[in-house]
């Protein structure tokens, strides 16, 4: 049993920043062997990928609109992932969602991630 809840979300002004936490609780797999992933999906839009942690703390890449301005971390002593925003922008206005996938990050554009967290809302308005 494995089970996900990101916190952190709410409502900021343009080019403020946000930090989400994701949360892993599990019963299975250790959380340091599963590879994390952030995603978000805009009303109306299709959930998109934003990027992937692998075990070994590296990032493959980053959606381009999140280069520059988004990092995600993770600790593992915390059970814990995280996703750094600064300079966000109104299109950044989602529902953000964590995953968990067991071993590795999936390829490039794949959202095969094997749990999935229920979202936090973030909202960047003035």
């Known amino acids: 049993q494995t089970q996900l809840v990101e916190s952190g979300g709410g409502l900021v002004q343009p080019g403020g920043s946000l930090t989400l936490s994701c949360l892993v609780s599990?019963?299975?797999?250790?959380?340091?062997?599963?590879?994390m992933g952030w995603f978000r999906q805009a009303p109306g839009k299709e959930r998109e990928g934003i990027t992937c942690?692998?075990?070994?703390?590296?990032?493959?890449a980053y959606a381009d609109f999140a280069k520059g301005r988004f990092t995600v971390s993770r600790d593992n002593a915390k059970n814990t992932v995280y996703l750094h925003m600064n300079n966000l922008k109104p299109e950044d206005t989602a529902a953000y969602y964590c995953a968990a996938r067991t071993y590795y990050c999936p390829s490039a554009g794949n959202m095969d991630m094997h749990y999935w967290g229920e979202g936090t809302q973030v909202t960047v308005s003035s």
């Open positions: 942690i692998e075990t070994s703390g590296d990032t493959p």
């Open positions: 599990t019963t299975t797999v250790d959380f340091e062997w599963y590879a």
